[in-house]
């Protein structure tokens, strides 16, 4: 497992930057139907966009945070 540890720190950057494009354009998406502004949409659209969004980052963020967890126990493990 110790040679997958720049993996598993890579993979764990890149879905933390996933993670916040997608909270950005949840965000952007919702925020702009419920302003009103998106034609054929009503408003409580956004609400649910936004939700979605919402659920979908911290289930990535949540990913990055239990990969770096797992690299933090294997360099104890490694030290130890």
Partial sequence: MRE??????????VVKVAAWIFLFLGLLGGVSLLMGTVPG????????????YVFVFF???????IADLLVKIINEIKAG
């Fill in 4 to 13: 997958h540890l720049g993996f598993l720190k890579f993979s764990s950057a």
């Fill in 41 to 52: 949409n009503s408003r409580w659209m956004g609400a649910l966009v936004l939700a979605f």
């Fill in 59 to 65: 289930f990535l963020y949540l990913t990055a945070k």
